[in-house]
């Protein structure tokens, strides 16, 4: 039967919460979807539940940097897996898939389809070196001239690929959410304005740029959250209680902490489309963020928030917004309409299924219900 393949290293995070919704929409619309992936720190222990009972899970090692003797056999084994599915569509989702799999699907499926999501640039990367920054970008122009549609997630990722990478064919697809999963912010700390942000301790969501902030900007009416941070990722310098983390939460109620907030900070280096940040702004939450790609294209800037071009700016922003509760809500009521219109994940799959053409090899039903799909929606930790 033919089918999608979507192949991933990055099985976590922003990458595992796009590919459930992508592949249950697609399976619970009677398309045959297999994912061949490989696992990650970040990747969930209970991920198979995420998905629909006939999406079909496949084991690849695949390893984030570069070696030649383990990416040489990832090729192969993805060329057997691509062989025996026989795909009418493969979808790549991170670098390293991106390579692996464009080489894999010239082998072994050369009339399929191929579409590559970067989900963030590898040669954006701020934690390597340049050197390593320019063979990252040296893979993807070389990969590039395998073939396949290079798909974007935000514009200003449209102008890197096109830019740097002088890609043949590329295409706008922006990230996607389930609006109706997302509860609208609450008021749950009477007389505090509540800032927060979302996400691992890492180099890439920089949260030492938020402990920072949290050290300059707390007053007897403010409280610092941050979701999926651990207690002793706090340095010991900063006063105890400065900043409340939930630790690991399931994304359900790392949901429900986010519609706590009043303010949503993103200090990221680099992003592709942070779902996190998409994810405040539906649950009608003004953010403040830092100028990288994909956060820039997610907030507008003086409409449902503001973009920061540095630290001084950043805590700027995050002070008009603490002390103006009119400002808060005209931002948080502009964030939750326009989010909910733009990266509804209900329009962003019908844009995947003209892309895929499977019309053309099949008939595609549309899913009857919302709630056909509820069940396997995503509920782990995900970028949290």
Known sequence: MKEIVHITEAFGGGVLSMLTQLSNRAAAAGVGVTILHSIR????????????PSVKLTYVNM?????????????????????ECDPSVVHLHSSKAGVLGRAAAR????????????????FLRRDVSAAKQFAYLSFERIA???????????TSE????????????????????????????????????VIGMSGRASYQKNHEAFLV???RLTNASTKFVWIGGESDEVPDELPSGMVSSSGWVPRERALELTAELDIYVQTSRWEGMPVA????????????????????????????GFVAS????????????????????????????????????????????????????????EPAEENELAEFETTSESQY
């Not at 720190?41 to 629909?52: A, K, M, Y």
């Not at 940097?65 to 691509?82: C, F, G, I, Q, T």
């Not at 940040?277 to 294209?297: C, F, K, S, Y």
Request: charged fraction near 25%.
């Open 63 to 83: 390893t984030r940097e570069v070696s030649v003797k383990d990416d040489v056999s990832s090729l192969w084994a993805l060329v057997r897996k691509l062989r």
């Open 158 to 193: 449209l102008q890197e690929i096109e830019t740097k990478m002088h890609a043949r064919k590329t295409r706008l697809i922006e990230n996607g959410v389930n609006v109706k999963e997302i509860p609208p912010r609450t008021e749950s700390h009477p007389g505090k304005v």
């Open 310 to 365: 540095n630290d001084a700016e950043m805590q700027h922003y995050i002070a008009k917004l603490r002390d103006d509760p009119q400002l808060r809500a005209r931002m948080g009521t502009a964030a939750r309409k326009s989010a909910s219109a733009r990266f509804s994940m209900d329009a962003i799959f019908r844009q995947w299924l003209t892309v895929y053409e499977l019309g053309a090899d099949r008939a595609v039903r």
């Open 213 to 215: 902030l949290a050290e």
């Open 107 to 122: 082998i072994a499926a050369p009339r399929a389809r191929v579409f590559y999501s970067p989900h963030g640039l590898a």
């Open 277 to 304: 940040l998409i994810e405040a702004q539906v649950a009608g939450i003004p953010a403040v963020v830092t100028d990288v790609v994909g956060n820039r294209d997610v907030v507008l800037h003086g409409v449902t």
């Open 41 to 52: 720190q970040e990747t969930p222990d209970n991920f198979s539940r995420l998905f629909h």
């Open 144 to 154: 590039a001239r395998m073939g396949g549609t290079i798909v974007a997630c935000s």
